[in-house]
């Protein structure tokens, strides 16, 4: 249970953050307003948001999200959780790592600004045409925060949050859609064949993956997998 509410507390954080409408613009997870009988939990962010679980007067579990502004975002906590299951889907895992490792080949731990703003451009164009380049560079600086560089769960909230918008339902299968357009664009675009890849040991303390992740990244694989992927966690 416990494991549970940290999955629903550290991705509301990740809901929480005050993207532009690029990653925003889809809303629809979000309930309608709701009377509220009890909170149940109640949790500050570290972008200063309070999230709450509640109940409401007719029973229903939800997520509240309460911005200073006074924006009241309510989620359903079963639609949350769908939200969750797709996210850490093996599927859509495999998607997106495999964007990763097209970017970075030799398994270095971070990415640098420079190397995500092309990514996360390519996606943009790719899944919504035209776009605020306001917007997506304010959505970079919220990234980013405090570093210089991004490690692969870092890149991973992130590019679920452009998935999430690009998808217009909340069946898996969109999602998988979306996100394989991401790939085929990162794949295919110019700079990615031009680009000559970085190999350097970075040491950084940030974990590299979040911790479901890890099931995934060792099914199946060979021994010089593995090496290639401890090899991030230095």
Not at 98 to 103: A, D, L, M, P, Q
């Amino acid at each position: 249970m416990h494991r549970e509410l940290d999955s629903v507390l550290y991705e509301a954080v990740v809901y929480s953050m005050d993207y532009s409408a690029l990653r925003r613009n889809n809303r629809k997870w979000e309930s309608e307003q709701m009377t509220i009988s009890a909170v149940l939990e109640k949790f500050r962010s570290p972008n200063k948001v309070i999230i709450q679980i509640i109940r409401d007067t007719n029973g229903r579990s939800a997520l509240l999200i309460q911005r200073k502004r006074g924006e009241n975002t309510f989620i359903l906590l079963s639609d949350f959780i769908n939200r969750i299951k797709i996210k850490r889907s093996v599927e859509l895992f495999q998607l997106i790592y495999s964007i990763w490792t097209s970017v970075n080949p030799n398994h270095i731990k971070t990415i640098n600004r420079k190397l995500y703003k092309n990514i996360v451009t390519c996606i943009s164009r790719a899944l919504f045409g035209s776009f605020s380049q306001i917007g997506l560079d304010h959505d970079i600086n919220l990234d980013f925060g405090s570093y210089k560089d991004l490690v692969f769960s870092q890149f991973y909230d992130s590019v679920f949050e452009l998935v999430d918008n690009g998808a217009r339902t909340g069946e898996s299968g969109q999602y998988l859609s979306v996100a394989y357009r991401a790939q085929q664009a990162i794949l295919n675009a110019p700079w990615l064949q031009n680009s000559r890849p970085e190999f350097k040991v970075i040491k950084d303390q940030r974990p590299t993956y979040h911790s479901w992740m890890l099931p995934f990244l060792t099914q199946g694989k060979s021994d010089n997998f593995a090496e290639e992927i401890s090899m991030t966690l230095i």
